[in-house]
């Protein structure tokens, strides 16, 4: 069975740094793009970064400059290191996998970040 496992969320405050990691197992397919979406209340789910196979990389506007993903293909393992945190950052960040021809989709369960002082 498949699962992905998120972990580095936390409480940080404002200007600070954090490490997101996510390690995917069970996906018998070829992992062709891991990413991260993040979801703040009231808000909908949104694309922070994602990355692909030959490490192609994509950023939402409101982090670039800001956070890098980079993933270990071997491990089926992306971080996500996130500098200049700020309050608007806060939110739940998903991991996701998207696996074999058909992209098939893959979540984790979320792990909170929290930028206050």
């Known amino acids: 069975q498949a699962h992905l496992v998120e972990s580095g969320g936390g409480l940080v405050q404002p200007g600070g740094s954090l490490r997101l990691s996510c390690a995917a197992s069970?996906?018998?397919?070829?992992?062709?793009?891991m990413g991260w979406y993040r979801q703040a209340p009231g808000k909908e789910r949104e694309l922070v970064a994602s990355i692909g196979r030959y490490a192609d990389t994509l950023y939402a506007d409101s982090v670039k400059g800001r956070f890098t993903i980079s993933r270990e293909n071997a491990e089926n393992t992306v971080y996500l290191h996130m500098d200049s945190l700020k309050p608007e950052d806060t939110a739940v960040y998903y991991c996701?996998?998207?696996?074999?021809?058909?992209?098939?989709?893959?979540w984790g369960q979320g792990t909170q970040v929290t930028v206050s002082s």
């Open positions: 996701y996998a998207a696996a074999g021809v058909s992209n098939r989709e893959y």
């Open positions: 069970g996906i018998i397919f070829s992992i062709n793009v």
